[in-house]
């Protein structure tokens, strides 16, 4: 007697299943265009390098393909605002949401170039060095946080130290601060540190104690070798009469350029105190279920930027749940839902994210990977539960503020833990009528006329 046994299919495979007939693949789109990597050769986004970022070309073909006119543009998860500066280029008003000051920064000093006087910093770069030198007094200092200590040559953090206090003590705060951005974008051209993930790497020249194998990142350039290269190219991309300057183009182009307006905050508590209806297209890209720490990768722009070690745990905390050493928040949401008079719309998402069977069935696999010591870190458990519960607030705001008629993209990428995929994509849409594009990244796709947030 044969005996029969019946394999019923996986819950993320029922999604998938139910999905798959709005599944399409995007052969025009490349990881090139949905990383940061097209925007390396761009003029002004080329200035600092955002790995976790997507290219300008991304933002223009989706608005390109979908709008037939300019409206309001939303990115709640901004980073250095590339959605938000895309888009004004094509005439739309931009609004963005980020927690990062990092990102902040960078989008501030964007919309510093629109007051600069070029001839005032093409005199005051002129004399740069030479002021410096005389520079012998009051000298600020960098305050070190214990992931950044020793991360400069002695000489090196000396430069940057005098640099930071002349810039200080410009009176015109437009080329202050971009004269202060270019220092910014080159701390780890001038560090013994690389960008790599989850952590700073360590190049063994440092006074680190570090263990493994040594890590040479190459040649290490001097604060003054940095600086020049990156000022003759942000000269050279906003000074006009430049052969393909993007300064140039913006000044010939008969688009109004309507000015950007950055929201600083987490997006958890800031979408949901914007209007209903208001927007007509979001493109956004949150941050990765993949354990990257920001706050660490990006710790040495925190420490420029005067951000000490109670100042980044706090950051850190706050950011969407990443990372294995995020609390849950599901209380904090709890508390300030109840106080913006939106206790029903908490319960609602809970139960959104409740009534998820691929959720469920996720959140069921990693708790008995996590018994059976199958996770490398028994807080993965916890992060992935958390990612998607908070996700799930964003997403039914974003549903929310966008006009019935209006699009959203949302550009993000899969997991595998202990083995077992988690599809982002998938949970992050259905069970909704999703339209996805996906390619090397996943971005999803929807229109908000078939959103049932």
């Given at each position: 007697?044969?005996?029969?046994?019946?394999i019923?299919?996986s819950e993320?495979?029922?999604?998938?299943?139910?999905?798959?007939?709005?599944l399409e693949t995007?052969?025009?789109l490349?990881?090139k265009?949905?990383?940061?990597?097209a925007?390396?050769?761009?003029?002004?986004?080329?200035w600092?390098?955002?790995?976790?970022?997507?290219s300008?070309?991304?933002?223009?073909y989706?608005?390109?393909e979908?709008?037939t006119?300019?409206?309001?543009?939303?990115?709640?998860?901004?980073?250095?605002?590339t959605?938000?500066f895309?888009?004004?280029?094509?005439?739309?008003?931009s609004y963005?949401?980020?927690?990062?000051p990092?990102g902040?920064?960078v989008?501030?000093?964007?919309q510093?170039?629109n007051?600069?006087?070029i001839?005032?910093?093409?005199?005051?770069?002129?004399?740069?060095?030479?002021?410096?030198?005389?520079?012998?007094?009051n000298?600020?200092?960098?305050n070190?946080?214990?992931?950044?200590?020793d991360?400069?040559p002695?000489?090196t953090?000396e430069?940057l130290n005098?640099y930071?206090?002349?810039?200080s003590n410009?009176?015109?705060?437009?080329?202050?601060?971009?004269?202060k951005?270019?220092?910014?974008?080159?701390?780890?051209?001038?560090?013994?540190?690389?960008?790599d993930g989850?952590?700073?790497?360590w190049?063994?020249?440092?006074?680190?104690?570090?263990s493994?194998?040594?890590?040479?990142?190459?040649k290490?350039?001097?604060?003054?070798e940095?600086?020049?290269?990156?000022l003759?190219?942000i000269?050279?991309?906003?000074?006009?009469?430049q052969?393909a300057s993007?300064?140039?183009?913006?000044?010939?182009?008969s688009?109004e350029?309507k000015?950007?307006?950055?929201?600083?905050?987490?997006?958890?508590?800031?979408?949901?105190?914007?209007?209903?209806d208001?927007?007509d297209?979001?493109?956004?890209s949150p941050?990765?279920c993949n354990?990257?720490?920001?706050?660490?990768t990006?710790a040495?722009?925190?420490?420029?930027?005067?951000?000490?070690?109670d100042?980044?745990r706090?950051?850190?905390?706050?950011m969407l749940?990443?990372?294995v050493e995020?609390?849950?928040k599901?209380?904090?949401?709890r508390?300030f839902y109840?106080?913006i008079?939106?206790?029903?719309v908490?319960?609602?998402?809970?139960?959104?994210?409740?009534?998820?069977?691929?959720?469920?069935?996720?959140?069921e696999?990693?708790d008995?990977?996590?018994?059976?010591?199958?996770?490398?870190?028994?807080?993965?458990?916890r992060?992935v539960?958390?990612?998607?519960?908070?996700l799930?607030?964003?997403?039914?705001?974003m549903?929310?503020?966008?006009?019935?008629?209006?699009?959203?993209?949302?550009?993000?990428?899969?997991?595998r833990?202990g083995g077992?995929?988690?599809?982002?994509?998938?949970i992050?849409?259905?069970?909704?009528?999703?339209?996805?594009?996906?390619?090397?990244?996943s971005?999803?796709?929807?229109d908000?006329s078939?959103?049932?947030?």
């Amino acid at each position: 007697m044969i005996k029969t046994i019946e394999i019923f299919p996986s819950e993320r495979q029922k999604l998938f299943d139910q999905l798959s007939d709005k599944l399409e693949t995007a052969y025009n789109l490349s990881r090139k265009v949905v990383s940061f990597q097209a925007n390396k050769h761009e003029p002004i986004y080329r200035w600092f390098k955002y790995k976790e970022g997507f290219s300008s070309a991304l933002v223009k073909y989706f608005l390109a393909e979908y709008s037939t006119k300019p409206g309001k543009i939303l990115d709640p998860f901004a980073g250095i605002g590339t959605t938000l500066f895309a888009a004004q280029e094509l005439g739309w008003q931009s609004y963005g949401v980020e927690l990062l000051p990092v990102g902040t920064f960078v989008m501030q000093t964007r919309q510093a170039l629109n007051e600069i006087d070029i001839d005032k910093l093409r005199a005051i770069t002129k004399k740069l060095w030479s002021d410096l030198s005389e520079l012998k007094n009051n000298i600020n200092h960098i305050n070190h946080i214990s992931i950044t200590k020793d991360a400069f040559p002695n000489e090196t953090e000396e430069y940057l130290n005098k640099y930071l206090t002349y810039c200080s003590n410009i009176k015109d705060k437009h080329i202050a601060t971009i004269l202060k951005f270019a220092a910014f974008t080159v701390l780890e051209e001038i560090s013994y540190t690389r960008k790599d993930g989850q952590y700073l790497r360590w190049d063994y020249r440092s006074k680190r104690d570090l263990s493994g194998k040594p890590f040479d990142k190459g040649k290490i350039l001097t604060f003054v070798e940095a600086l020049k290269i990156k000022l003759n190219q942000i000269i050279q991309d906003i000074f006009p009469n430049q052969t393909a300057s993007l300064f140039e183009q913006f000044e010939n182009s008969s688009i109004e350029k309507k000015p950007v307006k950055i929201i600083e905050g987490s997006c958890l508590e800031e979408l949901p105190k914007l209007d209903s209806d208001f927007f007509d297209f979001i493109i956004t890209s949150p941050p990765y279920c993949n354990r990257y720490d920001y706050t660490r990768t990006y710790a040495l722009e925190l420490i420029f930027l005067g951000y000490d070690n109670d100042q980044v745990r706090n950051l850190r905390q706050s950011m969407l749940s990443c990372t294995v050493e995020n609390k849950e928040k599901i209380e904090s949401l709890r508390q300030f839902y109840a106080s913006i008079g939106q206790g029903e719309v908490f319960e609602k998402v809970i139960n959104v994210y409740n009534d998820s069977e691929a959720m469920r069935e996720v959140n069921e696999i990693l708790d008995e990977l996590k018994k059976l010591k199958k996770l490398n870190n028994s807080n993965i458990a916890r992060m992935v539960k958390n990612y998607f519960l908070e996700l799930c607030f964003v997403i039914y705001e974003m549903a929310r503020i966008t006009k019935s008629n209006g699009y959203c993209v949302m550009v993000n990428d899969n997991v595998r833990y202990g083995g077992e995929e988690i599809p982002v994509d998938l949970i992050l849409s259905g069970p909704r009528k999703t339209h996805y594009i996906t390619f090397f990244n996943s971005a999803n796709f929807w229109d908000q006329s078939q959103f049932g947030a």
